[in-house]
């Protein structure tokens, strides 16, 4: 199942809080600047996402902590994030590196 929320700006953490998605394999919340670093965290629950594209968005490093348990997901976009840091970067793929092995 596809789910495309694009532009949505006014999109509220209530949204992805509040429902299940288990069954979503794309999910693009692209330019989606009202939700949080709550409603990033609950990804984690989103577990056959296959594509998640979270450009444009403002979330912190730890907002993404728990995206390392998604083992189906093949592609993650995160351009133009401007609170995602390098560190964030390196935390994520050093837990979805351990995950490997």
Known sequence: T???CNGLKYLRDDFLLNH???????????????LTDKAFLRL???TNLRTLDLSYCSFSDPG?????VLT????LNLSYCPSFTDKGCLLYTSDAADDLL
């Open 2 to 4: 596809h789910l495309n």
């Open 20 to 34: 299940d998605f288990r069954h979503v394999t794309f999910l693009s919340l692209s330019d989606c600047l009202s």
């Open 44 to 46: 984690s629950d989103f």
């Open 64 to 68: 993404l902590s728990g995206l390392s």
């Open 72 to 75: 189906k997901l093949d592609d």
